[in-house]
């Protein structure tokens, strides 16, 4: 069975500066997507970013990146240039696909506080 | 489109009542997916729908527990007798079949608190 771990409960940023939350995962498949995913408070999921495993390449979306080691099962989120609008929950999130029912399996979240 | 919908937002109830919550995916979204997500924990699956059918469901689901997807359209989450641990809030989100592994849509959540 798969697991992800955020090791990392609670983490806070100064504006303007550079954070990066953390994410392992243990898994025996070779195929997979890994993704990040933000929770404003009170409000809905996000998508932040994904990453395909069978990609050597890192994922970058404007401000986000990943850095994704497939040997160790890690999947780092940093945020470059935080804004107060970051402050959310951030969860990683593994997706077997071809598995039917391409459902997650998420980690216990981050909860990311971006400091004016 | 407006996204994903679901109502209630909230939902105070006492244990032992019945309560239903009802999700609104995107309306050409065939896939439609439930989660439950306590406090300090990350969103665990419970079950998923292709259109009409529901084709998996977690072990998370007791027998309490029901959801159907009439017409592949809204969907409902009926929750019977609720007991104090079923106080989570309640996370629908839907995707396209071919568009899945590139992520969900996901609603604002009901949030259950059983008193």
């Known amino acids: 069975a798969q697991t992800v771990t955020q090791s990392q409960p609670e983490m806070s940023v100064q504006e303007a500066e550079t954070v990066t939350l953390s994410c392992t995962y243990d898994?025996?498949?070779?195929?997979?997507?890994l993704f990040w995913y933000k929770q404003p408070p009170s409000r809905q999921m996000i998508l932040v970013i994904r990453?395909?495993?069978?990609?050597?390449q890192n994922a970058t979306e404007n401000r986000f990146s990943v850095n994704f080691q497939k040997a160790a099962k890690s999947f780092s989120l940093k945020i470059s240039d935080s804004q107060l609008g970051d402050t959310a929950m951030y969860f990683c999130?593994?997706?077997?696909?071809?598995?039917?029912?391409?459902?997650?399996?998420f980690g216990t979240g981050t909860r990311l506080k971006v400091l004016a | 489109d407006t996204g994903v919908s679901q109502d209630p937002r909230h939902k105070i109830t006492k244990r032992g009542q019945n309560v239903t919550f009802r999700c609104d995916p995107i309306?050409?979204?065939?896939?439609l997916y439930w989660y439950r997500q306590t406090l300090g924990q990350g969103p665990e699956f419970l079950t998923y729908?292709?259109?009409?059918?529901?084709?998996?469901k977690s072990r998370l689901l007791s027998d309490r527990f029901s959801a159907e997807r009439p017409k592949g359209s809204f969907s409902t989450l009926e929750i019977q007798r609720t007991e104090q641990g079923d106080s989570a809030m309640y996370l629908c989100?839907?995707?396209?079949?071919?568009?899945?592994?590139?992520?969900?849509?996901f609603g604002s959540g009901t949030r259950l608190t059983v008193v």
């Open positions: 989100a839907s995707s396209l079949a071919t568009g899945t592994v590139y992520g969900y849509t």
């Open positions: 898994t025996s498949e070779n195929n997979y997507y």
């Open positions: 990453q395909e495993a069978y990609k050597q």
């Open positions: 999130a593994f997706m077997k696909p071809f598995s039917g029912t391409y459902k997650y399996i």
């Open positions: 309306s050409e979204h065939n896939r």
């Open positions: 729908f292709q259109n009409e059918a529901q084709l998996e």
